[in-house]
């Protein structure tokens, strides 16, 4: 059954995200076509720095809004289908609370994921021209240095840890989502706009605790660029997302097993359809 039920939801997220996917994915070709593509790093004139600038910042405000949208449609899947009158039907069947908060989560999670990897996806689309390809090729022993990747920190390790960050990622940001839905339905009334009050305390409580962990661990005297005797800044990229490994996985996945315990007790005790 729990195969069945993620099947179900997954098909549900389809319907919306792959539209919303798709459009990211054709901006990006077309910003290619149009625009990165014929910029050679020899002729940049003030006309195409003013294009490139525009092109960009329409590019993150689409990424922006499919982020969002994202978000949104896992949320408003999760809310309507256990705590409106659809959660009367979700009930019905043989399935325990549990088994509908897993689903849930895992298909949440996989679309997150889907999510991050088309942003990547897009934006080496946009940037990665074979201008750009060619200039990395002639300086790529220079660029490693610079961010620090030399020795035992190879780009196969810094992308491993990216690919941790992103699965733990997703999975915290989808049980904060629940989380949040599920908090709400604490208010007696007006449950939806408790749920985004839920939201928005989670995850100031979360940046705090965080900023307090990085303060007393030393981040900021460690790995926050700072310049040098010459001027220049003084950073090494590569300490920087090993430590930012550590510290988000870390957090991640306690605070993701809190709220999921969390979640999951007020589905099995505290749910009150209206």
Not at 149 to 168: E, K, Q, W, Y
Not at 194 to 205: C, M, P
Not at 241 to 254: A, D, N, P, R
Request: hydrophobic letters at 55%.
């Amino acid at each position: 059954m729990l195969g069945k039920l993620i099947k179900y939801d997954l098909k549900a997220l389809n319907r919306f995200l792959v539209i919303i996917h798709a459009f990211l994915i054709l901006s990006a070709l077309a910003g290619r076509f149009f625009l990165t593509s014929r910029i050679q790093f020899t002729e940049v004139s003030d006309t195409t720095s003013l294009m490139m600038m525009l092109c960009f910042t329409l590019y993150f405000l689409i990424v922006a809004g499919v982020v969002f949208g994202t978000e949104m449609i896992i949320a408003v899947k999760f809310y309507k289908n256990l705590f409106s009158n659809e959660g009367y039907l979700s009930r019905t069947l043989p399935v325990t609370p549990g088994q509908h908060l897993l689903a849930k989560t895992i298909a949440g999670t996989v679309w997150c994921i889907i999510d991050v990897v088309l942003i990547f996806l897009s934006l080496w689309i946009v940037i990665m021209t074979p201008s750009v390809t060619s200039a990395y090729n002639a300086n790529k022993a220079e660029v490693l240095d610079q961010l620090g990747i030399t020795g035992d920190i190879t780009p196969a390790f810094l992308i491993g840890s990216l690919v941790l960050i992103v699965l733990i990622g997703a999975v915290s940001s989808v049980v904060m989502i629940y989380a949040s839905i599920a908090m709400g339905q604490l208010f007696s009334n007006h449950r939806i706009l408790g749920a985004v009050v839920s939201y928005f305390i989670i995850t100031t409580v979360l940046s705090i605790f965080s900023l307090l962990v990085m303060t007393v661990t030393g981040f900021f005297s460690r790995y926050m660029p700072a310049a040098s005797q010459n001027g220049t800044l003084d950073f090494n990229f590569a300490e920087y997302m090993i430590y930012l490994c550590k510290v988000t996985v870390g957090l991640s996945i306690v605070t993701s097993i809190l709220l999921y315990i969390f979640t999951y007790y007020i589905l099995r005790k505290k749910t009150n359809l209206q």
